[in-house]
């Protein structure tokens, strides 16, 4: 998998934070960039890696 171009002005990446939730926007002319992105984004969030390395967990935010 590549990751989108740094810079890349077709896409969008950013984080919206709230009292109770945080938003995690992600958009791209570029399809091939987008679903780079939405496989990070969906692996992050179904198979997270705090459950597999503790350390993560351990680590000072």
Not at 10 to 35: G, I, R
Request: hydrophobic share 35%; net charge positive; aromatic share 14%.
């Amino acid at each position: 998998m590549n990751a989108p171009e740094k810079g890349n002005r077709e896409t969008f990446l950013n984080a919206m934070t709230y009292p109770d939730k945080t938003l995690h926007p992600v958009a791209s002319c570029n399809q091939k960039d987008f679903k780079n992105l939405m496989h990070v984004y969906m692996d992050a969030v179904f198979y997270p890696n705090i459950y597999k390395y503790r350390q993560i967990f351990m680590q000072e935010g």
